[in-house]
């Protein structure tokens, strides 16, 4: 006699719990490696940046004479810097993860069941991990880079 619909055989949960504990090593170990780039490119590059930005848009405040859409258009201007640099590191983080989900979306769509495409997910996240964070010293180096030749 089978198992009822809405219950795994112990095997296939036993898959299951091990896929998710593996997918969320993996995702632990990114997310350490990219949480400590993150502090590092805010506490030596946005910050500076959000100072400058502050002080530029208290600065648009300082003129009586300026209409108050004047005002809000240099205020606009001092915080496309920062909006420009958070942008390009959200860009790094997110290909990754875009990358693994086109793969398995391919591999759904081309009539692969459940199980085969978190395998595939799995491994995808895997070896996406183990690129990025062996990556993370360039994509650091690039995203100071790229934050410096921002025009404040």
Known sequence: MGFP????HPAEQGT???HRSMAEA??????NVVEEMVQSLEKHHIRKMQGRMFKCSAECCDSSTDSM???HQCIERCHTPLATAQGLVTSELEKCTMHCNDKAKDLFDSGAK????????????GSCVDDHVNLIPSMTRRLKENLDSIQQ
């Open 5 to 8: 619909c809405s219950v795994k």
């Open 16 to 18: 299951a719990i091990l």
């Open 26 to 31: 993996h995702q632990a170990r990114v997310q």
């Open 69 to 71: 859409s004047q005002v």
């Open 114 to 125: 459940e199980p085969a495409v978190r395998s595939l997910m799995d491994r995808c996240v």
